[in-house]
């Protein structure tokens, strides 16, 4: 019973009475021109040519289903009352022809059935009342409607079983068509093998971006919790036998909080409204310009970082492509944010220009592949100190890796010997400057 008078059933009449409803302006317009050809007759006085007009409005419908924003619409109204899961329908308007042919057949299954059930509402419960109530009404036995049915001479208790037979017929009728035009809804407005391309290229992009914000948020905010509380541990520690060092440790934490604010502002406003080239964001810190503050904030933490810095042919790191001098710093601040978290004693860095592989792409002005290569290596925390254990898989590794692998190069991270090492390459081929 709840198959049939359910309120799933009843969603499914109230879409099929809709598409009766927008059936009925092809339906009077095609009364009229079969009432023009017949001859000038009314054609809603004769069933015959209804039904004709019936039949020669369902092309018209076909071809109209071909432009504008039907199968949307459809989709929407299949969601809504049918009981359709929302990933077997197509999103938008359909862009191929063979989209468009199953959206005019949808249409016109729509509302052919609509029409037929529509009337069939409105016919049949007036008439299964009359019937019922035709024991108890006298005067209705005397209605004459040509099918013998109310004269003197019919049983008038039989009257009742008929409008309920009716009713029943109009109820089984309704779920009938709900259902088939359900289980057709998928075939009919399911996307096709471009709809699904193009929605796993928008989730490839979605995806990346999001990915790309959670490495720009773990990088700036993460590093910049790690330093700032071994900065306060460290100053907390000296501050009653060096209070200079304090003073050093508190300017470091005012300076690596106002950066971090300052960054975090630009990637919120990614979120806000993806605009990477907002005049008011901060630019993006690089080995050119921020390498040497981020190590005078982590040295100002109390660990000890030693940087050999060779440059080579480029002449300076204001000389790398500026997105390779953008990845590298990042990668040196997660390796340093590492260190602070899970290691004990002197951090080594080490970042030079060196020549390629034979695999690196060469530029178009120098013949000669190069590559950025970034190694540090320290200690690790004793099993009793009060570190994180390294686990050599954590988000910021990966996304090191992530970062690396845009531009073409590797990172590799973990025990070498007695220390822990990072090392990352990037080619230097190509980039933007």
């Excluded at 004269?151 to 309920?164: C, E, H, M, R, S």
């Excluded at 099993?383 to 590799?412: C, H, K, M, N």
């Amino acid at each position: 019973m709840n198959r049939l008078l359910g309120a799933r059933a009843r969603w499914r009449w109230v879409h099929q009475i809709l598409g009766g409803a927008l059936l009925m302006p092809y339906f009077l317009l095609m009364q009229v021109v079969v009432g023009v050809v017949a001859g000038g007759v009314n054609a809603l006085d004769s069933a015959p040519l209804s039904l004709l007009a019936y039949a020669l409005c369902l092309p018209l419908v076909a071809a109209t289903a071909l432009f504008g924003p039907v199968r949307p619409m459809s989709v929407a109204a299949v969601r809504a009352m049918c009981g359709v899961p929302g990933e077997a329908l197509a999103d938008g308007p359909a862009t191929s022809w063979a989209a468009r042919g199953r959206a005019s057949a949808w249409w016109t299954l729509h509302l052919g059935t609509g029409a037929l059930i529509s009337g069939m509402t409105l016919a049949v419960p007036p008439m299964a009342v009359a019937l019922i109530a035709v024991p108890f009404v006298g005067r209705l036995r005397d209605v004459r409607l040509g099918y013998g049915w109310f004269t003197t001479d019919a049983n008038p208790y039989a009257a009742p079983l008929v409008g309920i037979g009716l009713l029943a017929g109009l109820v089984l009728c309704a779920a009938g068509s709900g259902w088939l035009l359900a289980r057709t809804a998928p075939v009919l407005l399911g996307p096709t093998p471009a709809d699904r391309l193009a929605a796993a290229e928008e989730r490839a992009s979605d995806l990346a971006v999001r990915n790309r914000l959670a490495r720009e948020l773990h990088d700036a905010v993460g590093h910049a919790l790690s330093a700032v509380t071994l900065q306060a541990a460290a100053a907390r520690r000296m501050l009653e036998r060096d209070p200079e060092f304090v003073r050093e440790a508190l300017a470091a934490i005012e300076d690596t909080t106002r950066r971090t604010v300052g960054e975090l502002d630009a990637v919120l406003g990614l979120l806000r409204d993806g605009d990477p080239a907002r005049p008011d964001a901060a630019p993006a810190p690089t080995l050119a310009t921020d390498l040497d503050g981020l190590l005078a904030r982590t040295r100002a933490g109390g660990t000890t970082v030693t940087a050999h810095q060779d440059p080579g042919p480029v002449g300076g790191w204001a000389g790398l492509p500026a997105i390779a001098s953008r990845e590298a710093y990042r990668i040196v601040q997660e390796g340093l944010s590492n260190a602070l978290r899970h290691g004990a004693g002197p951090v080594d860095l080490r970042i030079r220009v060196r020549a390629g592989t034979a695999t690196a792409t060469a530029t178009a002005h120098d013949t000669a592949p190069r590559e950025l290569e970034i190694t540090m290596t320290n200690p690790p925390a004793a099993p009793d100190a009060d570190r994180e254990p390294r686990s050599g898989g954590g988000r910021g590794l990966r996304g090191a890796a992530e970062r690396a692998a845009l531009l073409g190069g590797s990172v590799e991270a973990g025990p070498r010997g007695d220390r822990w090492r990072l090392r990352a390459v990037l080619p230097l081929a190509g980039g933007d400057r």
